[in-house]
């Protein structure tokens, strides 16, 4: 069993910062990539930022030059630095955490945590 936690989404004013992390956890080898998500209110969820092993970045032009990943591969977690936020950012933030276990690649989700930036 694989588990995939996420934390730090909270309630903050446009402009304002804010720090995610996630931790993955349980029975497997390694972690080949680990990244962010966000699903806004009424929209369909998408890809935010992502990491691998070998520290290699990508990020969605709308978070570029704002939000930062960061990955601490000894603990298996993962952060999102988010500054200079704006009303836009406003939504649930997945982590996900591909690793390897039992021969092959899995693919594990967090249950989400809730980003609101008032305006």
């Known amino acids: 069993q694989v588990q995939v936690v996420e934390s730090g989404?909270?309630?903050?004013?446009?402009?304002?910062?804010l720090r995610l992390s996630c931790a993955?956890?349980?029975?497997?080898?390694?972690a080949n990539v680990m990244g962010w998500y966000r699903q806004p209110p009424?929209?369909?969820r998408e890809l935010v930022a992502t990491i691998t092993s070998s520290y290699l970045t990508n990020y969605a032009d709308s978070v570029k030059d704002r939000f930062t990943i960061s990955l601490d591969s000894a603990k298996n977690m993962v952060y999102l630095?988010?500054?200079?936020?704006?009303?836009?950012?406003?939504?649930v933030y997945y982590?996900?955490?591909?690793?390897?276990a039992r021969g092959t690649t899995w693919s594990y989700w967090g249950e989400g945590t809730q980003v609101?930036?008032?305006s």
Request: one cysteine or more.
């Open 9 to 17: 989404g909270g309630l903050v004013q446009a402009g304002g910062s």
């Open 24 to 30: 993955a956890s349980g029975s497997f080898s390694s």
């Open 42 to 44: 009424g929209k369909q």
């Open 81 to 91: 630095q988010m500054n200079s936020l704006k009303p836009e950012d406003t939504a």
């Open 95 to 100: 982590c996900n955490a591909h690793v390897n």
């Open 116 to 118: 609101t930036v008032s």
